[in-house]
Every structure is written in structure tokens, then in C-alpha cells.
């Protein structure tokens, strides 16, 4: 159970990106509780990225931002650069996940131990050798899943649904997750980026999704690693 309670809504979005910003300020608004995964060596960089001939800026909080914006919520490891860890070897899927992890934990002053797969892929060979080689105890995928149920491999954690880019699921799951009246645990997972709404101009319907999911009695709101580390 989550604090007494057999539900739990938890968030993660990647890329420590400046629109984390503006997401924060709603997440505050309604109450809700997110995990943040960030790479390290990126923090304070820029860019552009552009999809469908749509430009949208790219720009990575600075290390000095990192306590302060995401305070209140949970940083995770998103690993060092954003490499693709099933094409590299055992030495360094190691650094990239524990470097980033010490990184974090000087900026933010709290044990780090929560990750998100960077690229996608991921297999049993990378999980686990994060399991057996760093201090990180959970990992999240972008394999999303219709079972709200808790998942016995954390180290390969599925998600239930990515926010804004599948906007009808994420309604459909999150009415039906709080209709539900479960006689075990529960969890709603959502994760996504940042500056997906930018692209989309969704932030209004994320808002709404906030509104709806928000303020439940029967509900836990937690970080990732409240939600999974406490189930």
C-alpha cells in the first residue's frame, strides 16, 4: 500500500530541459509529484530540435539550477551524454549510469537512485548489469503497459502511458484508474518530455489531465521512487 492507500499517480520526464520549468509550476498547482532523469554532461547546453518542420528549443537547465528547480520533486539518472546502452560495453554502461549518478547527488545533495533508459532501448544484458554494478535500484522503460499492477523487475519498469503524445489514452486511463477501486496496489505511471507540449501546444490539455487526476483522497502522490521503492 501507498501510505494507506491502494493507488498511487506517479510522473517521470527526461532531458532536464528548461520547459521542466513550466511543467513544475502546474505539477505544484495541483499537487502531483514527478521524477526528473537528467544527463549530467549536458546540463546547460542548447539546441534546437525539429520535427515536421516545427522548431522547438532544446536548452538544458544549468548544474546551478538543477536544486532549486526540481526541488521538491526527484532527479534521477538519465546517464552521462544520452548513449544507446546496448551498444556499449559492461565498463561503460557502468560509467555513464554511476558518473551521472554521482553528478546529481552533488547537485542535488540527496541520494540518487532512480533511472530512465536513455533512446529506448534496453535488455536484460544492460539491466542487469545496472542492478548488479551501481547504486541505482530502479529503472524505468518507454514500453508502455495496460496493467496498472506492481511490476516484480524493477530494473525493467514499464510505464503506463506517454502523457501528451498519446492524448486519449491518457485520459481513458486516468478516468478508469480513478473509478477503479482495487483490493491490491496500484500504480499509474506517466512519463514523458517536456518539450513534447511545445511541439504539440498541448500544455492547456496536460493541465487539464493534472485537474482531473489531482486531489483524489484515495490516491497517493509520489515520486518515482516513493511510489516504487515503497509498494
Known amino acids: 500500500m501507498f501510505d494507506g492507500k ?13 520547459q521542466d520549468i513550466r511543467l513544475i509550476e502546474l505539477l505544484n498547482k495541483y499537487g502531483l509529484k514527478c521524477t526528473f532523469n537528467l544527463n549530467s554532461e549536458l546540463l546547460g547546453k542548447g539546441g534546437i530540435l525539429i520535427r515536421n518542420d516545427q522548431r522547438v528549443a532544446h536548452y538544458k537547465i544549468t548544474p546551478e539550477q538543477v536544486k532549486e528547480v526540481y526541488a ?9 551524454t544520452h548513449p544507446t546502452l546496448t551498444e556499449l560495453d559492461e ?5 555513464q549510469v554511476e558518473e551521472d549518478r554521482k ?17 529506448g532501448p534496453n535488455d536484460d544484458r544492460v539491466a542487469e548489469i545496472i542492478k548488479n554494478h551501481t547504486k541505482i535500484k530502479y529503472c524505468r522503460t518507454v514500453t508502455d503497459t495496460d496493467s496498472w499492477d506492481i511490476q ?24 478508469a484508474f480513478i473509478k477503479a477501486k482495487p ?23 496536460l493541465e487539464r489531465f493534472f485537474k482531473l487526476i489531482s486531489g483524489r483522497e484515495d490516491i497517493f502522490y509520489g515520486t518515482n521512487a516513493q511510489v516504487l521503492l515503497n509498494s
Open 6 to 18: 491502494m493507488k498511487a499517480v506517479t510522473f517521470s520526464y527526461d532531458d532536464g530541459v528548461t
Open 72 to 80: 521538491g520533486h526527484e532527479v534521477a539518472v538519465h546517464t552521462l
Open 91 to 95: 565498463e561503460e554502461i557502468i560509467r
Open 103 to 119: 553528478n546529481l547527488e552533488k547537485l542535488v545533495g540527496y541520494e540518487v537512485v532512480g533511472m530512465a533508459y536513455p533512446n
Open 152 to 175: 516484480d523487475n524493477l530494473y525493467r519498469f514499464n510505464p503506463n502511458v506517454c502523457h501528451i503524445m498519446e492524448l486519449d489514452r491518457l485520459f481513458e486511463m486516468g478516468e
Open 183 to 205: 483490493d491490491k496496489p496500484q500504480i499509474l505511471y506517466i512519463w514523458g518530455h517536456a518539450y513534447e507540449m511545445d511541439f504539440t501546444d498541448t500544455w492547456g490539455e
